[in-house]
């Protein structure tokens, strides 16, 4: 009975199965507000809960009005309606969570379901890196709860959250084609790369492809076991991955690209918004809610745009993955140093100000709050620590070995 049970408990599904229910335990904990499905109630931090969401009106006037609901008539006159990109009513799970439970109520599920799929991610990631078990279902549970993703909910902005989360989808989705091709996971990168660019706001999507762009290459430039360069294998799969998710988000591209010549936008040229790189890695380990509604260390008062809290132990540990990443992932880890320092640097519009002077680009002001992508870089870290966790528990400690050792006396005859 008892070779069964183990027999049991080894078996991949049944694992995955577990780690999954886990994980879903833990978001409807993390998430326990959100599941009050009153509709004139909303979660704390609502000044833009309904004002992310106002667009999923659209979805009622289909069945109202049938093509009337091409004109979203809210606001100031109206404008087309697919071009709005600051909720993210085309997503299919905002779309099928207005359905069913209307507008004010489908913000709460998409949060919960967003938090759902940012542990999914890292569950994935460290599939992909062949984590132990305890590893990964720590990073997922971390990431889920940290505050580079509930703190995204501040302001109860849902859009905002749903954003990060497909974009953190799309990391593990990039690596795991990179290492392994095939049209089959082309296709998984294109669908979820289509699904976070229908996710609403846009900072992050600028974040991940300014960051995950350069590291692909990098990647795809090594060497493949039989001495050929790998983006000659594999870039035709990048190439329909990147296709489907164009086709999927074409009902917001293609009116976004007809209507760019009459969409304005509020813009910062300044960069008033954005922390210097030195003051944002601090954010990774400030727990203290009253500093994150100051002017403190050159960042305005709002915590949404900052907050990306883990802790010490993960960034410790992470430390100590660096030094002691298995031999076989060496170079990916040196490229999860760059996606981090990337991602910091276009968070702090950095890079935005170094385009600019030295090769006068016109200017990323319309990128007008680029703190939250500092989200991306989170789940490089916790892999690192991931690392960290798995050399530190197959240390072989010393082993003491006692022995007794019997004298025998003899007496003399």
């Known amino acids: 009975m008892h070779t069964k049970i183990k027999s049991f408990l080894r078996n991949q599904l049944v694992c995955g199965v577990i780690e999954v229910v886990l994980l879903v335990v833990w978001v409807l904990l993390v ?27 659209n979805w009622p006037m289909l069945l109202k009005c049938g093509t009337c609901f091409y004109w979203n008539g809210f606001t100031n006159g109206g404008a087309p309606s697919f071009i709005d990109i600051h909720g993210a009513w085309l997503n299919p799970i905002v779309m099928i969570a207005t359905f069913a439970l209307g507008v004010a109520n489908s913000g709460k599920v998409v949060a919960l379901v967003g938090l759902f799929i940012v542990g999914l991610s890292q569950l994935w990631l460290g599939k992909i890196f062949q984590l132990s078990r305890f590893s990964r279902i720590w990073m997922a549970l971390l990431l889920t709860a940290s505050g580079a993703v509930v703190g995204r909910l501040q302001m109860a902005n849902v859009p905002l959250l749903l954003s990060t989360a497909m974009c953190m989808l799309v990391i593990p989705a990039v690596i795991d084609l990179t290492l392994n091709g095939g049209f089959k996971k082309a296709i998984i ?57 164009i086709l999927i988000a074409s009902p917001l591209l293609i009116p976004l690209t007809h209507n760019s010549s009459i969409i304005d936008k509020d813009s910062d040229p300044l960069y008033t918004s954005s922390q210097p790189v030195s003051y944002s890695l601090l954010n990774l380990v400030i727990d203290d809610a009253d500093y994150y509604f100051t002017n403190a260390i050159k960042k305005t008062p709002f915590p949404y745009l900052y907050i990306n809290y883990i802790g010490w132990i993960p960034v410790v540990l992470a430390v100590w993955g660096i030094a002691h990443t298995p031999k076989q992932y060496r ?30 680009v016109p200017s990323f002001g319309w990128i007008r709050n680029p703190g939250p992508i500092q989200s991306l870089a989170v789940p490089f870290i916790l892999i690192l620590a991931g690392f960290g966790i798995d050399h530190l528990l197959n240390i072989q400690l010393p082993k003491i070995r006692m022995t007794a050792e019997q004298q025998e006396n003899t007496v003399g005859r």
Do not use: H, R
């Not at 109630?41 to 009106?57: A, K, R, T």
């Not at 990098?218 to 998710?245: D, E, H, M, R």
């Open 31 to 57: 998430g326990k507000a959100y599941l009050d499905m009153n509709p004139d109630m909303w979660p704390s931090g609502g000044q833009e809960y309904f004002m992310s969401l106002q667009n999923q009106y």
């Open 331 to 360: 170079k990916m880890m040196f490229g999860f140093l760059f996606v981090i320092l990337v991602v910091y640097l276009t968070s702090s519009a950095e890079l935005f100000k170094f385009l600019e002077k030295q090769f006068s």
């Open 189 to 245: 990168l294109g669908v979820v790369l289509g699904l976070a660019i229908l996710s609403g706001q846009g900072y992050l999507q600028i974040g991940l492809f300014i960051s995950l762009l350069p590291f692909l290459v990098y990647l795809l430039l090594g060497k493949a076991p039989s001495g050929t360069v790998l983006i000659k294998q594999n870039w035709k799969y990048f190439f329909c991955a990147g296709i489907l998710g």
